[in-house]
């Protein structure tokens, strides 16, 4: 596990510490005010609806706002108005209004502008069902067209979606970007301890008086961002523009260093921002597993129960899911014999996974409607185990 190296800020929490017996949604909500999000703009939409309905009541009872849209495409829209007037902002939906919301995404990258968008993922293509499902990782990393990175986290508990709620606006704040947490339906309404500690490390929003809206260097460990209603001239356009914001559409140098930004300021600190935990990777492994979100938890409980029969098996979670992990994965390979990759989707990182594993890679997967419990991780693992010589 690796610890936050952004400039962050110590605040007291918004709520009173101690521990709860909160729901993901619930856990997520706090975690977005802890981080100072005073501004949501949503539209109802199973399973991510709880998330909008403690919005609407706790955003008004600390000077924040909330707004119901009328569809996605205005809660994301009305989300980056906020964020360039000042407000920390977010939304949530699942996934038929993720899909609505990509050509905003997109102009959110372009803009540079921080944004938190919260994916409570279900079963999918389309309207799809409301059952259990994580088919949405290739499209928080490309659902947009041209050329941007993306940072998307991954929590798997009540705890994670607390924590990495505030993580992923001090990530908006730091890059100037929008950040995608992708959770799953049963983290949103599964209730469980949440310890909320009496200070919350938060990234405070850099502002430099005379500064162009879209700094190419980055200032103060990083990009200030003016708002609107302040002193200053701001031009913010999705089309290829200068510093100063005046576009320039057929400029290819122009395009050449906004792109590089875009890309850049990502991939330059790749390493601050992607999160693991590995389990058992240290000693001997004849099989490793590498998973993510709920699957995750089915995986370890797993692992440890077939290293208590002295099996050799061992764990990468993936916290972070873009940027991607690849030198944990790597390393992974390195020390296993095979690896497997149980998904919720039909095999959505097992590729990723196989670019960077020296070793075999199995997929496993599953969109029954259900959870992968962990009988299905020991069976698949007994399964490679039995059948392939160490």
């Known amino acids: 596990m690796k610890t936050q190296q952004i400039r962050l800020k110590e605040i007291n929490s918004v709520f009173p510490p101690g521990d ?14 802890a ?31 909330f707004m119901q849209m009328e569809d996605e495409i205005a809660s994301i829209s009305s989300v980056v108005g906020a964020s360039w007037a000042g407000a920390k902002a977010m939304t949530a939906t699942s996934g038929p209004g993720f899909s ?29 069902g409301i059952g259990e499902g ?18 998307a ?5 009540v705890q994670e979606m607390y924590d990495q709620t505030i993580t992923a606006f001090n990530y908006a704040e730091r890059y100037r970007t929008p ?11 599964q209730r469980e301890k949440l310890c909320i500690t009496e200070k919350v490390k938060v990234f405070e929003r850099i502002k430099k008086p005379g500064a162009p809206p879209f700094c190419f260097e980055e200032v103060d460990g990083g990009f200030p961002l003016p708002s609107f209603g302040e002193k200053g001239r701001i031009l913010v356009s999705g089309t290829t523009h200068e510093e100063s914001g005046i576009r320039k559409p057929a400029d290819s140098a122009t395009y050449e260093a906004l792109t590089a930004k875009l890309h850049n300021k990502i991939m330059d600190k790749k390493e601050e921002i992607v999160d693991y935990e590995t389990y058992h990777l240290e000693e001997d492994v004849d099989v490793a597993v590498v998973a993510y979100g709920f699957t995750a938890r089915s995986s370890l409980f797993a692992v440890e129960e077939m290293r208590q029969e002295g099996k050799k098996v061992g764990m990468l979670r993936l916290k972070t899911m873009w940027p991607f992990a690849d030198k944990a994965v790597e390393y992974a390979g390195a020390k296993a014999k095979k690896i497997l ?16 594993a020296s070793c075999d890679v199995v997929s496993y997967t599953q969109t029954n409607r259900e959870i992968i419990y962990p009988d299905v991780i020991i069976n698949k693992l007994k399964e490679l185990i039995n059948g392939y010589r160490f």
Request: glycine share 14%; aromatic share 10%; with cysteine.
């Open 179 to 189: 950040v995608i947490i992708l959770g799953e339906a049963v983290l949103a309404h």
């Open 341 to 356: 990759v149980p998904e919720m989707n039909k095999g959505q990182i097992v590729g990723e996974v196989m670019k960077y």
């Open 35 to 65: 981080a100072g999000c005073n501004y949501y703009g949503g539209y109802p939409i199973t399973p991510a609806t709880e998330v909008m309905e403690r919005m609407s009541v706790r955003l008004p009872g600390i000077g924040g706002v």
């Open 153 to 157: 986290i991954y929590p798997w508990s």
């Open 20 to 33: 709860y017996y909160f729901s993901g949604a619930e856990a997520m909500v706090e975690g977005a005010i």
């Open 100 to 128: 609505l919301m990509q050509e905003t995404i997109g102009y959110a990258a372009m803009t540079e502008t921080p944004i938190v968008i919260a994916d409570i993922q279900r079963q999918g293509p389309s309207t799809g």
């Open 134 to 151: 994580a088919g949405d990782i290739m499209q928080a990393r490309w659902g947009s067209h041209g050329n941007y990175q993306m940072i």
